[in-house]
């Protein structure tokens, strides 16, 4: 049943009757949601993260997770922690969310804009967020905050005034369902 026919089938009554869904998700969720979802394209085995920006209209400018980069097999490039040599470890390799939702962004520039993501940033990306003129962090969780890259990272961001706030989810879960029953919906049944 297409549009026209739901309508048509609807009573004037009905239609008064109609007010607007009260349980949409609102901006912040919508953001930090696209970042969690983002999170799920993560081939690291132990943190997934994810990170969206956001310009002054409420438009997504830039989405990213943490992975290898480009032309950097994740099968190949190795996603141990702890080795003997720290060329076989994660950590000279990967790009961390913020990096990847920076250097995809998809307009001329991210002044200005508000960046949703995680897990705090670490002093690498805290440097590439200011240079890049973002202002504003929300992030959910601070787990490794004692941890000296994340006290550099609060202590450049406070220096540059970019300002930075945890972000307490209004739900514990936002569920995507694939399995939509489309004429359930109709307003006319
Ligand atoms: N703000 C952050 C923090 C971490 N990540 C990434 C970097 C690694 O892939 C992983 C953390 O691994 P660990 O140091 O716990 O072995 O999460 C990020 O992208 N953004
Ligand atoms: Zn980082």
Known sequence: MDISE???NM?????????????????????????FLAAKRSKDPSYQVGACI???DNKIVGIGYNGMPIGCSDDEFPWAKKTPSPLDSKY?????????????????????????????????????I????????????????????YVASKRMFDAAGVEYKQYVPKRSKIEINFNV????????K
Not at 93 to 113: Q, W
Not at 181 to 188: E, I, K, N, V
């Open 181 to 188: 029953d489309w004429d359930a919906m109709s307003p006319s």
């Open 92 to 128: 000279l390799y990967v790009c961390h969310a913020e990096m990847n939702a920076i250097m995809n962004k998809n307009s001329a520039d991210v002044k200005d804009c508000t960046m949703y993501v995680g897990l705090f940033p670490c002093n690498e990306c805290a440097k590439m």
């Open 11 to 35: 009573s004037l009554q009905d239609e008064t009757k109609l007010k607007k869904r009260e349980d949409y998700i609102d901006w912040q969720e919508y953001f930090m949601a696209t970042a």
């Open 130 to 149: 200011i240079q890049a003129g973002i202002t504003k962090i929300y992030y959910l969780s601070d787990g490794k905050g004692d941890r000296p890259s």
């Open 54 to 56: 956001v310009n002054k």
């Open 6 to 8: 739901m309508t048509a």
